[in-house]
């Protein structure tokens, strides 16, 4: 296998060449970036539409009532958001190792990731309970806040498994790296990752209108009838409906690994530069550098 630094997202970027990169990356790998995300789409969009929700009854149901109902519906969440993360260690293991080795297909990327997903699983939920946290804080200051405490821990978050997949599975040195990378170049992985969901954002909302359009009819009667309000939920259950959202997350899923590793191999660029200018600085304290051979200004 290649070393990590022949990885095509391993530089310094700027915004534009990250944009460049992944573009080129995602045109390049999309067969098999969409047909995983595909199948995640399907299989999730699949399990969620068997949670039937039916609004009345929450409008007639004390607090207690209400609890219990929606506990009919932890195991399937808990089942969606197990396979969410297995799908996005599998992305991110493909994203990682197939451009150092063309031996790592998809499947032998499959079977790596699966190395990832218990620590990354306990990580995890330790950001889920630190996420939660740093919510409250900002919500405490209004939207500004929440929103600023949303986009930090979503780039805390976009370290974790590269970080994981790149310097190994321990935990511990997991969150150490995860927050000197992220606090690194902080600002601009903020920015950075501000635009990524603003972009993501966008065209979610205008894709996802188009796969509504077949259903629109049930959509607007359902809008005009409070009472009927359900309608809109049923949509979801259809099976054109869950292949088209598939469809979509084919789409876009594969963009969440490609960026996390931007973020990452950028900081891990600019940090092995720094590095190596101290190491030469130690190695040759005296060396003549290029500035040195010009007279300074007068003050």
Not at 60 to 69: A, G, H, R, S
Not at 139 to 166: C, D, K, N, S
Not at 206 to 218: A, K, V, Y
């Amino acid at each position: 296998m290649e070393p990590i630094s022949s990885h095509p997202f391993y530089k310094a970027h700027t915004i534009d060449s990250a944009m460049n990169s992944i573009w080129e990356f995602y045109t390049r790998k999309f067969i098999t970036l969409f047909l995983v995300s595909f199948i995640m789409g399907l299989i999730i969009q699949y399990i969620t539409s068997l949670i039937r929700i039916e609004i009345g009854d929450y409008q007639t149901l004390n607090f207690e009532e209400m609890m219990l109902k929606i506990r009919e519906f932890m195991w399937p969440m808990i089942i969606v958001s197990v396979l969410s993360l297995i799908f996005t260690a599998i992305l991110h293991s493909y994203v990682i190792f197939n451009p150092l080795d063309s031996e790592n297909n998809i499947f032998r990327c499959i079977l790596k990731s699966f190395r990832y997903i218990i620590p990354y699983l306990l990580i995890m939920i330790m950001l889920a309970v630190a996420g939660s946290f740093a919510l409250f804080l900002g919500l405490l200051v209004v939207v500004i806040g929440a929103l600023f405490a949303g986009i930090y821990i979503m780039t805390i978050y976009l370290f974790i498994l590269p970080i994981m997949m790149v310097e190994g599975p321990n935990i511990a040195n997991t969150i150490v790296r995860t927050m000197k990378l992220a606090h690194r170049g902080f600002w601009s992985n903020i920015g950075w990752t501000a635009v990524f969901v603003i972009i993501i954002l966008v065209v979610t909302m205008i894709m996802s209108g188009l796969i509504l359009l077949p259903f629109t009819g049930s959509f607007f009667s359902a809008v005009k009838n409070p009472e009927a309000a359900t309608a809109v939920l049923n949509i979801t259950s259809r099976p054109l409906y869950i292949i088209l959202s598939a469809a979509l997350n084919g789409l876009t899923m594969p963009l969440l690994p490609m960026f996390a590793c931007i973020l990452y191999f950028n900081g891990r660029a600019r940090e092995d530069e720094q590095f190596s200018n101290k190491s030469v600085e130690n190695e040759y304290p005296g060396k003549v550098r290029v500035e040195d051979l010009y007279a300074k200004p007068l003050p």
